[in-house]
């Protein structure tokens, strides 16, 4: 199994930036989408934004447009996440996720990902 390595949250205040690193133990799959889901006190499990490895294909939930920023480095095995203008809404404990499944199709379903890090908090103070 992958492990995937969360670094970077911690406290930020409204309109800050924070810079999110999930760092894979090794590469596995020819190609597949790496994923970044956040979940909130109460509140189900959500999307935030997706990369497909190979193409470098983004999708982001509405929410981060503009503002978050997912790339990847394919020399590290990297996923990063950088976040600007952050919001006190943005408070969450964010995971990295791995898909072996390289479609497009499935940026944002969650339940096409199958491998989890652990998480890492980001707390945003207004």
């Known amino acids: 199994q992958v492990q995937l390595v969360e670094s970077g949250g911690g406290l930020a205040q409204a309109w800050g930036s924070l810079k999110l690193s999930c760092a894979a133990s090794r590469r596995t799959f020819i190609d597949y989408n790496m994923g970044w889901f956040r979940q909130a006190p109460g509140k189900e499990r959500e999307f935030v934004a997706a990369?497909?490895?190979?193409?470098?294909?983004?999708l982001y939930v509405d929410s981060v447009k503009g503002r978050f920023t997912i790339s990847r480095d394919n020399a590290k095995n990297t996923v990063y996440l950088q976040m600007n203008s952050l919001k006190p809404e943005d408070t969450a404990v964010y995971y990295c996720?791995?898909?072996?499944?390289?479609?497009?199709?499935?940026?944002?379903?969650?339940?096409?990902?199958?491998?989890w890090g652990q998480g890492t908090q980001v707390t945003v103070s207004s």
């Open positions: 990369i497909n490895w190979n193409s470098g294909i983004t």
């Open positions: 996720a791995q898909s072996r499944y390289s479609s497009t199709t499935y940026l944002r379903d969650i339940s096409r990902y199958d491998n």
